[in-house]
């Protein structure tokens, strides 16, 4: 969503490197792109004022006349202006002290309340809460209908005592507000620990629609009144979150939608004009599409920062601890890296989610947007599909894969030969590399010292001849140096091999003292370097 604002900052930000010093008109030019590039993302007009006055003021004091890197510390004062505009810090939701926890979902028809309803009773049931949703939703057609099937997707029960609307002539029927009652009721006689209500909207902001809203707030006294926005509405965001504010008074904002292409203008004006924290970020259509919103990371994504904690927290959360034990015992004891492992690696990284989404986490990734865009996802699946049609013996014992081999594993792949010959090969440079790792020989081809990282065990030893060490035609100007080739011309002319003198790379050298220096010897230009 945010791929054309970041662009235009990122591109902004690059006329401002390698300047010592930066004038009040590269400031003001630079501010002036900044302030292009929001109103062109359709954030409010009275944010956008704000917001580069803010870096305005900061650019042209101490802050950044003083810094040793001027255009570093512009960027730095984008990044942390940009955080207190998406809200500062990261609130989580509250908790109820004694009862079950009450959310309320509040939102215009279409925005995605009851998607995100199940969205968020999954994130909590991962969390090891136990929710419930009600179909407060009496008004658009299949809303209970719909409640029910996401539900079941998240394995979460459902109270919907009330059919609602089936068709669009159809006329609302129940009562609403006493749905909601009874769905609380309902939670604490199963001893549910969160109920999340989901409510009606509409395709515009009217009293009916908040008079609703009110009175189902009023019925259940919700912890947490969530406001789903959708994020594609550009400027119509500030006015609707404006009227729900005053006809609702929400406690935060949830935005949906936030993988779809528009500018993203909504995301950031509503939580600076309305006050309230953005706390989720609806991005995709699954049901796993759920992010915590951590207003500081969002702001590393759009300056093409990247967002490796977010990274990190999935690989926590997606991989199997116990295999990549198993994988890390079986590296230490030598054992070959087989097919059989290649594909658990590779479900593993398919259990993470999209690809692209990952490496669009990277920092630096803007540059290679369209790279990553065509990027082929199937690959693994077509991948996978080559490894299962291996016999077990395969698998483990890629040797002997043979030409006919080759062929039905292609023939009951759907693939082509070619395509499995080059499996095969992706495979060995994989074997190469997992068995010089665990021989701490490093990474393949980077080839340096018998052993790798100075002189860890395990490197192999190069067989080529040595280098011939250069003759020292003369004394050096240095005199310590001078000292150290007078000690070796010595220990050459009574037959001892040379040592490495003490503070030599990587502190090697065997504890030699350093030689004794005359103090007389130094040079007057280098004595005043040596004075206490």
């Known amino acids: ?68 890197n001027p255009g570093q510390q512009v960027v730095k004062i984008v990044h942390e202006e ?39 009773a999954a994130h909590l049931k991962s969390q090891g809460q136990t929710p419930l949703l009600v179909a407060a939703d009496l008004q ?5 209908t719909q409640l029910k099937v996401v539900g079941e997707r998240a394995g979460v029960p459902v109270f919907a005592p009330e059919a609602g609307v089936t068709r669009e002539d159809e006329r609302p029927r129940g009562n609403p507000v006493k749905v909601a009652k009874k769905g609380l009721k309902e939670a604490q006689d199963k001893q549910h620990t969160v109920v999340i209500v989901d409510t009606a909207g509409r395709l515009g902001v009217d009293a009916e629609l908040m008079k609703q809203a009110a009175d189902i707030r009023k019925a259940v006294d919700p912890d947490e009144v969530l406001f789903v ?16 504010q005053e ?84 590296m230490q004891r030598g054992e070959d ?35 990553i865009e065509n990027l082929d996802e199937k690959e693994l699946v077509r991948t996978e599909a080559i490894i299962q049609s ?11 894969l043979n030409g006919s081999r080759r062929s039905r594993i292609a023939a009951g792949s759907g693939m082509t030969v070619a395509d499995v010959n080059s499996l095969v090969k992706r ?38 001849k040595q280098a011939p060490q250069r003759k020292v035609k003369g004394k050096s100007g240095n005199p310590a140096k001078r000292a150290q080739q007078e000690q070796a011309a010595r220990s050459r002319a009574a037959g001892e091999k040379p040592a490495a003198p003490a503070g030599s790379a990587f502190g090697l050298g065997g504890g030699q003292q350093q030689p004794n220096v005359d103090p007389n010897e130094i040079p007057a230009d280098l004595a005043k370097y040596l004075k206490r």
């Open 82 to 120: 940009l955080i207190e505009v998406l809200g500062g810090e990261q609130r989580p939701l509250r908790f109820a002290k004694h009862g079950p926890t009450v959310i309320m979902l509040a939102g215009l028809q279409g925005a995605g309340k009851t998607t995100f309803a199940g969205k968020l």
């Open 140 to 144: 658009r057609p299949n809303a209970v």
């Open 337 to 371: 890296f087989t097919f059989t492992d290649f594909l658990a690696q590779m479900q593993q990284l398919k259990n993470m989610g999209s690809m692209k989404k990952m490496l669009g986490m990277l920092p630096g990734m803007g540059a290679m947007r369209d790279q």
């Open 247 to 330: 006809g609702v008074d929400f406690t935060g904002v949830v935005l949906s939608k936030l993988d779809g292409d528009a500018r993203g203008g909504a995301a950031l004006s509503v939580a600076q004009v309305t006050g309230r924290p953005i706390m989720f970020a609806s991005v995709g259509e699954k049901l796993e599409d759920i992010e915590v919103f951590h207003p500081d990371r969002m702001a590393s994504r759009i300056l093409d920062m990247g967002d490796i904690m977010t990274l990190i927290e999935q690989a926590e959360q997606k991989f199997d601890q116990a295999e990549a034990e198993r994988m890390a015992g079986k």
């Open 1 to 68: 969503m945010f791929a054309n604002l970041s662009d235009r900052l990122t591109e902004t930000f690059k006329s401002l490197r390698g300047k010592g010093r930066l004038s009040e008109a590269d400031i003001d030019g630079t501010i002036r792109e900044i302030r292009r590039a929001l109103l062109d993302a359709d954030v409010a007009v009275p944010v956008v004022r704000a917001f580069t006055a803010a870096i305005r003021e900061r650019a042209l004091g101490a802050e950044v006349s003083q810094a040793l």
């Open 390 to 400: 291996m016999t077990p013996l395969e698998r483990d014992n890629p040797k002997v």
């Open 427 to 464: 495979f060995e440079d994989a074997q190469r590399m997992m068995k010089a790792m665990a021989k701490g020989g490093g990474m393949p081809g980077m080839g340096g010292a018998p052993g790798a990282f100075g002189g860890l065990p395990g490197g192999k030893k190069s067989k080529g």
């Open 229 to 244: 926005i959708d994020a594609m509405i550009g400027q119509d965001a500030v006015a609707t979150a404006q009227a729900f």
